[in-house]
């Protein structure tokens, strides 16, 4: 929302035309003297009009000088109204599998990795007060996001996420110890992980079980959901590494007993997802189990760019009386 600290100067903006033509009329015309110019009873002389159309843009030149000083001088300012929230919101961070049979097909149409995306950004979207982070899991796991309120870059990184990315296997325990690591010195009073996955640990130098204790050791929270079914399922995706593309299908060994023993050995939730349905009901289970901060207010952020407008009405008086000098022979 754009205002000002003094409105008395904008409102003069207006004034600014009228004054122009009044000084040129009463002042200017007053001392001017008119020759008419050609043959006795002939036509008069009159000037091109490409010389009016000249000396009606150095006018012009000159008012917006006065008006962009004028709005300058009323202290002009943009208004930001940003939430502010009274209590600090739960720390969250996504454990999401990135190993190819996460491209299988088996969601309405779309595959399991774009579907967790998808729920995750919605996710995020809904809870503005809640930090919220990511890790990668494939043949090893990696940070992407700690967990922040900035929406914008973890949306980016999230996107940006490819299917394969980080290899071909599946280190559940090496990224669950991983978000154990960077969610241990939280100062939030909720903290959760959420690992998402349709595979079992093949990779990696920590057993899952021993960081899901991990977790639970430190006061975090863990959900686990398992996405998918098993059985032949398709499969199309682009590898990052070769950039060629594989299609086809493969034979999913989704177990859920494993993804649910996790989630026991850290006294968690283990969410069953083998379709686009129960996958939305394991995120809305997610949403209701942690707690929801309410608590805000609208603050109004107030930025000046006064600086801006004079610069502008430097470079319009500068353009005008250049060109008086250079072209029509006026003093310095």
Known sequence: MLAFDRPIFALAVFAVPFVFLAVKHFFCGAFRLSFPLGTPGGASFTPAASSRVFTAILNAADCAAASLLLLAAAGPLLIRNEMVWLERGADILFVLDCSPSMAGIDMGGKNRFDTAREFIEDFAGSRPADAVGLVAVGDDAALLIP??????TLLDRLDALAIGELGDGT????ALSLAALHLEHSAAERRAAVLISDGENNAGAVHPLTAAK???AQGTALYVIGVGSPGDIPIDYVDPVTRLRRTGSFESRYNAENLRSIAQAADGVFLYAPSRESFAAAFDTLDKSETVVNRSF???????????????ALIAACFSRLVRVIFLGAPL
Do not use: S
Request: charged residues 25%; proline residues 4%.
């Open 214 to 216: 991990a977790l639970n």
């Open 147 to 152: 967990p922040t309120i900035d929406r914008k």
């Open 171 to 174: 280190a559940l325990g090496a």
């Open 298 to 312: 609208i603050r109004g952020r107030r930025e000046g760019f006064h600086q801006i407008l004079i610069i502008a």
